[in-house]
Each structure stands twice: as structure tokens, then as C-alpha cells.
């Protein structure tokens, strides 16, 4: 039956560096994760990915080499030594998609394919490339000189001709397009969330909060663009009340880890930070619930699934302004504030810790309430789907 209906649906090839069973990827891995769960009744899904979550650790639960079903769609995993161009050719020729979707600038597999494309090795089909912030200012400043190369290559070689761009915001949008080339189509979809977020959930259960004493969860990878090194050098002198940190995330860069932990070491003794590594996603809501606030003082993000979850979990958020969700303090729900202005994170520190249960419980609810607006009236599905549609067309 699942065969019959696959072949009356137009056929999506995804191509992207992590999928199902993995969670360590972020928020480009949850979007296709969510795209597919949303569409698959209308698309035939099939995704092309590698065989591990970015630990080069092989899925135990997944054949190799071969397609799998998962969870509405057909998974291809590319076993570590088949990382090659012309393996994707042959898996491209095999499925005859009638759009292909990516979701990286910079990854190997993408590249590969618009090589393919370049040289008409593969048909001509539409093609949609989400950058996923990776065009972002902050983005770009990390491995800047092979990144900088490559872009002059793409630029120079037409790579990003005829694309079809899918762009979360008007930001991104202004970002990518200093990298566009002729024939290229601009769409804003904001990324799409998970629609089940704690349907259970109680404001009295959230931790009470004391006056002097405050819980603060890190829930991302530890690399660079999360900037967490920076949030501790600028709480060295918060040294009043007592506040709880723990980090929860892969860690993707073991040198900025190391200076990380450097100075976690000399934070003053009222700060308690606890790594407490790794967290499934399907645990990732109950984790956060169990804190007073989210804190993420990045480099910069096209989206964040995080945010949404943190929101929804009861945590007013504690974030850069670089992002897509601003005047938050206006909505009363957390503060998004400048790298540029340290001496502010401090003092929005302290403000979190001086606060009394009721007071919190309030901006707790507020976020709540928020996310669970926002998640009844956002149209990201509906713009995600003309995305979609578009690239079915037929020019």
C-alpha cells in the first residue's frame, strides 16, 4: 500500500549531511525532521544522508548502504567510505526525484551536487538550498579563508545559478543575496517546529524560584558560533547570589572546549557550571522544564528551534540579539541583548537572580503562553509548502 501511494506523490530527494536516528545536528537536522513529518502524506520523501550523527560512530539500529524506511520517508545511508560524487550521481539516477532539496552551504554532499548539476550529469531539475544562517556575518567570520575560497569558487563557476532559495527571514534573505547569481528565486519560510510541545504542561510544576538563587540551562552544540566560552569570560565578576549553569550538547570542537573550560575554572565560587553532555531529543522539553531560564549567547541563528522548545518549556530566554526573535523583553518573555554591551548580560544576570517566585512565574507563564500563540497562528508550514510546491513546477 505504502508503495502504491508513493508512486501517485511527486518524489523530494533530500540531501543532507545528518537525518533520523540522529539528534546531535541542530536545527537543520529538526527542520527536515519536521518537514517530513508535515508533508509526507503529500510528498514522497526520500533523503540521502550520512550513516552516523557527526561522531563518525555508525547507526547500530540502520542497514548501510541500502534504503531504509523511517518514520514517512526512504533514508539512503552513505557509509563513511562512500562519500563520493559519482555514489550520489548513481543514487540521483536511481530515484529520478523531481526536486532535490539541501540544506548546507558548505557540505560536502551539497557541493557535490551542484557540481553534478553544474556539469548536467544529472537531469535538470529544480533545485531548493536552505543556508540554514550559514551566510550569516557570524557564521561566515568561522574558518573564514576556506570559506571565502570556496565562495569565490562558486562564484566564479556559476554554481548558484537557477537556485531556488528558501531563506527563514528578511535578514537571511539581505545575507544570501550577496551570494546569488542570475536565475534565482527567493522565498521566506521560517524553519518548522515540532507541533507537539508539551501538551501536559503545568506552571505550578516548574521549579520554584528563590530570591538569590537561580537554575540556567546551555542546551546547544559547543562550537565557536554558540559563543559559550564568551558568556563565562563575562560572568567572571557576577559574584553575588548563587547561580547554576549546566550545559547540555555535543561537543563539536574540543580545542574551544578546552578554552572553555578554562574559564569555567575561573569563575567566581557562587557560579556552579556542570556539563552534563548529551540529551536525546525526545528528552530535550522535560530537560528544559526543569530549569528558570535558557541562555544562548551566539554569533548568530536563521531560526532556533530551541528557542521555541525553551519558550514553550517555561524558560524566558537569555540570548544575543542575533537572532530572529527580538523585543522580547517587551513581550515579557527574556531579554535579547548585544555582545557588544557585557556589562548588560551582567546585569540581566543579576536581575534573574534577584527575582521571587512570583515574579518569575509570571515571565514563566508569559513564555509559555507565547510559544503556544505562536505555534497556533504561524503560517511557517504554509510557507514552507509553496517552497515546496514551486520547485514541482514545470517552467
Not at 501517485?8 to 540522529?22: D, E, Q, R, S, V
Not at 560536502?108 to 553544474?118: A, G, V
Not at 523585543?327 to 536581575?351: A, F, S, T, V
Amino acid at each position: 500500500m505504502i508503495a502504491e501511494e508513493s508512486m501517485a506523490k511527486p518524489k523530494i530527494l533530500i540531501i543532507c549531511n545528518y537525518y533520523l536516528p540522529g539528534y546531535k545536528g541542530g536545527g537543520g537536522l529538526r527542520t527536515v525532521v519536521h518537514t517530513v513529518e508535515c508533508f509526507k502524506n503529500k510528498f514522497d520523501f526520500r533523503v540521502i544522508t550520512r550513516d552516523h550523527d557527526g561522531d563518525r560512530v555508525t547507526y547500530p539500529t540502520v542497514k548501510v548502504d541500502e534504503w531504509n524506511y523511517v518514520e514517512g520517508a526512504k533514508v539512503f545511508y552513505l557509509p563513511q567510505n562512500k562519500i563520493k560524487i559519482s555514489k550520489l550521481r548513481e543514487l540521483i539516477l536511481e530515484v529520478e526525484p523531481d526536486s532535490i532539496y539541501l540544506n548546507s552551504i558548505f557540505s560536502t554532499l551539497t557541493i557535490f551536487l551542484l557540481i553534478l548539476r553544474k556539469l548536467k550529469l544529472i537531469p535538470q531539475i529544480k533545485v531548493v538550498l536552505a543556508p540554514e544562517g550559514e551566510f550569516a556575518d557570524g557564521a561566515l567570520q568561522i574558518k573564514a579563508t576556506k570559506k571565502k575560497v570556496f565562495l569565490k569558487f562558486a562564484k566564479t563557476t556559476g554554481l548558484y545559478k537557477d537556485l531556488i532559495w528558501k531563506t527563514t527571514t528578511e535578514q537571511e534573505k539581505k545575507e544570501t543575496q550577496r551570494f546569488e547569481q542570475r536565475g534565482g528565486k527567493f522565498f521566506i519560510a521560517p524553519n518548522i517546529p515540532s507541533r507537539n510541545l508539551l501538551p501536559k504542561y503545568q506552571q505550578n510544576l516548574k521549579p520554584v524560584k528563590k530570591c538569590g538563587a537561580v537554575k540556567i540551562i546551555f542546551l546547544s552544540r559547543i562550537m565557536l558560533k554558540k559563543n559559550l566560552k564568551w558568556l563565562f569570560d563575562t560572568l567572571q565578576e557576577v559574584r553575588e547570589g548563587s547561580v547554576e549553569i549546566d550545559i547540555i550538547g555535543p561537543i563539536e570542537n574540543e580545542n574551544y572546549w578546552g578554552e572553555t573550560q578554562a574559564s569555567i575554572a575561573r569563575l567566581p565560587s557562587n557560579i556552579n557550571v556542570t556539563y552534563k553532555g548529551l540529551l536525546e531529543y525526545n528528552k530535550v522539553l522535560d530537560k528544559l522544564f526543569e530549569y528558570h531560564f535558557f541562555i544562548l549567547p551566539t554569533l548568530g541563528e536563521n531560526f532556533g528551534h530551541v528557542f521555541v522548545e525553551a519558550l514553550a518549556a517555561g524558560c524566558p530566554l537569555i540570548i544575543s540579539d542575533r537572532t530572529p526573535w527580538l523585543n522580547l523583553e517587551q513581550k515579557e518573555i527574556g531579554w535579547d541583548i548585544p555582545l557588544e554591551e557585557p556589562r548588560r548580560w551582567r546585569d540581566i544576570i543579576n536581575l534573574c537572580i534577584s527575582l521571587d517566585d512570583k515574579t518569575y512565574s509570571n515571565l514563566s507563564s508569559n513564555a509559555r503562553n507565547f510559544a503556544v500563540h505562536w505555534l497556533k497562528t504561524s503560517k511557517v508550514e504554509e510557507d514552507t509548502l509553496k517552497v515546496l510546491q514551486y520547485s514541482l513546477e514545470i517552467d
